[in-house]
């Protein structure tokens, strides 16, 4: 049971993206402001920096071919950034402390890492011409915010969550 | 300089930066269809999806509820005001379609572009990232759901499909920035019996939230609130689907051409039950179209 918990989380989490998208009331969406929920990056990243940061990895390469294939239809955007961040932020980790304000703050760090990167690539793929201010103004910020807000709500029983499968796969070996 | 290269990591970057491109070159492609574990993946997480996509429109179904029930009271008003006029238009509509029948019947010509069949579907997901504007719908191959056949909510157009899997597809939405994704239109007359102008659907501006209809000739007087709807002209898409309305008439950069901006008349966000069109015309064939003469020099 402990051993499928944390993969159905992620599952869950993955889908759960999607209807957060499709549930958010219309007025919120027509606004200009474009909300954009990141929490399958946020997992990925307390997995990995209060976890093991190889496990981290690998599920940020499982996830994120998982996610272009079901929800971009172009492969290697997700499949590369995922990872590469959950290593970026794992390095990152090496010099500064593991408590949960500095995990929280770096996770929000790799949000608005994929969120740049995802945009600079898409614009070189010529699947968007918003312009940058445009971009910064209303779609990274309530970006940031939404995410930070669930970084909040949900850092804590991430971290346990982490915390308690790596402590299970530890004594399996 | 050799260690430079004797580096484990880099090497391991560089490598997979160039398998990110490939792979992207390999999506971007025209595909025709997906690759089979790919449509794998999707008809799994699509089964996934039925099962959240219940509960989920049980939940936001009673949100919307109360949030009509607030202004039923002016709704209500203004539905009544409206009735005594959809009488009269019914007895009209009843009796056009009757002798649009018998004409239609005396000139032995039974198919028009406007025939479509439709499928009902229901969106059980939507791409979270809202870059490649995207929806998952519970209806596939099986149903009979090929690519490229057009969407509809009941305010009017919303898209096509971009691809299918056996159980369920894909679908683009208007909003979605493709250089490829055309639909030919009509701009109807204010009245009956004025003159239609005939573009195409090319674009969407992001920051104003508009269709862009490009290709209108240049001495077309098109007005605020004239209606637009598919021609049918394009091959795919069946006549008549209502798109919106113009809200804004602009010249183009070099005045050989008009672009209208057109407020597409179904809401891009808020997209819960859609119908796929089956156009009953046959489509013309593209080899038909394409003079093969060239081939022969």
Wanted: aromatic residues 10%.
């Amino acid at each position: 049971m402990k051993k499928i918990l944390l993969p159905l989380l992620f599952i869950f989490i993955f889908i759960f993206e999607s209807i957060f998208v499709q549930s958010l009331p219309a007025e919120v969406f027509h606004g200009e402001r474009i909300l954009v929920p990141h929490f399958l990056i946020i997992a990925i990243l307390f997995l990995t920096l209060y976890g093991d940061s190889k496990q981290g990895i690998l599920y940020g390469l499982s996830f994120g071919l998982l996610f272009d294939v079901v929800y971009t239809e172009v492969l290697g955007i997700y499949l590369f950034l995922f990872p590469l961040i959950a290593y970026i932020c794992a390095k990152i980790m090496r010099i500064l402390q593991t408590n949960i304000v500095v995990v929280s703050i770096i996770s929000l760090l790799g949000v608005a890492l994929l969120e740049l990167g995802v945009y600079e690539m898409n614009f070189l793929i010529n699947k968007t011409d918003m312009s940058f201010s445009f971009y910064a103004q209303y779609r990274l910020l309530p970006t940031l915010i939404l995410n930070l807000t669930f970084i909040i709500l949900f850092s804590y029983p991430l971290k346990r969550l982490s915390e308690k499968y790596v402590a299970y796969l530890n004594k399996e070996k | 300089m050799p260690q430079f290269f004797l580096n484990k990591r880099l090497i391991f970057l560089l490598i997979s930066i160039i398998i990110l491109v490939a792979l992207i070159g390999f999506s971007l492609r025209d595909r025709e269809e997906l690759t089979v574990p790919e449509q794998f993946l999707k008809d799994t997480t699509g089964w996934i999806q039925n099962v959240f996509a219940k509960p989920q429109s049980y939940v936001s179904g009673i949100f919307g509820d109360l949030k009509d029930l607030q202004n039923t009271y002016s709704e209500n008003k203004e539905l009544k005001s409206r009735l005594d006029e959809m009488a009269k238009l019914e007895a009209d509509v009843q009796q056009l379609t009757k002798e649009n029948d018998e004409l239609r019947e005396i000139l032995d010509k039974k198919e028009t572009l406007r025939d479509y069949s439709p499928i009902q579907a229901t969106v059980i997901g939507r791409n979270p990232d809202r870059w490649h504007e995207l929806l998952i719908i519970n209806k596939g191959k099986v149903n009979g759901i090929k690519a490229n056949m057009a969407v509809v909510t009941a305010n009017g157009l919303i898209g096509k499909v971009k691809s299918t899997q056996q159980f369920t597809s894909t679908v683009q939405l208007l909003s979605a920035l493709d250089p490829t994704n055309r639909i030919s239109a009509e701009i109807q007359g204010k009245e009956a019996g004025k003159e239609s102008f005939y573009g195409t659907i090319e674009g969407y501006d992001e920051e104003r939230e508009l269709l862009k209809l490009k290709r209108i000739p240049f001495d077309a007087k098109i007005e605020k609130g004239q209606n637009v709807i598919t021609s049918g002209l394009g091959g795919i898409f069946p006549e008549g689907l209502p798109i919106g309305k113009v809200v804004d008439v602009e010249p183009d950069e070099f005045g050989l051409n008009q672009t209208a901006y057109v407020k597409p008349g179904a809401n891009f966000y808020d997209i819960r039950n859609v119908m796929v069109v089956k156009r009953e015309m046959a489509q013309p064939d593209l080899s038909d179209m394409i003079d093969d003469e060239e081939e022969e020099l």
